[in-house]
């Protein structure tokens, strides 16, 4: 899935995609696992908490996830992905 940010103006901020697979590594509308595969937030607006932004919005479209993981192949090919818990994501967001 696409997820879109936009300013006042409507001008884009941040492009997301997004899939969520269920435990058998298929995907899955009500899986558990959020992958991030690709992210591109624009120069002007990166540091202001756009990526809180992006989960928010994930994690208000999937109640159903329980983890998330980020995987950014082009900008660091090298980076491995990291995985993310519920808890955490919630603690990193200031809700828990």
Do not use: H
Not at 69 to 83: C, M, S
């Amino acid at each position: 899935m696409i997820e879109v940010l936009k300013d006042d103006k409507g001008d884009i901020v941040a492009v997301c995609e997004w899939l969520l697979f269920n435990e058998d590594k298929f995907l899955d509308d009500k899986g558990t696992l959020v992958c991030i595969s690709e992210l591109e937030i624009n120069k002007a607006y990166r540091g202001n908490g756009v990526i809180k932004k992006f989960i928010r919005n994930i994690q208000a479209k999937c109640p159903t996830a329980q983890r998330m993981f980020f995987w950014r192949e082009n900008k660091y090919p090298a980076r491995p992905f990291r995985v993310y818990s519920r808890k955490q994501i919630l603690r990193r967001m200031g809700r828990e």
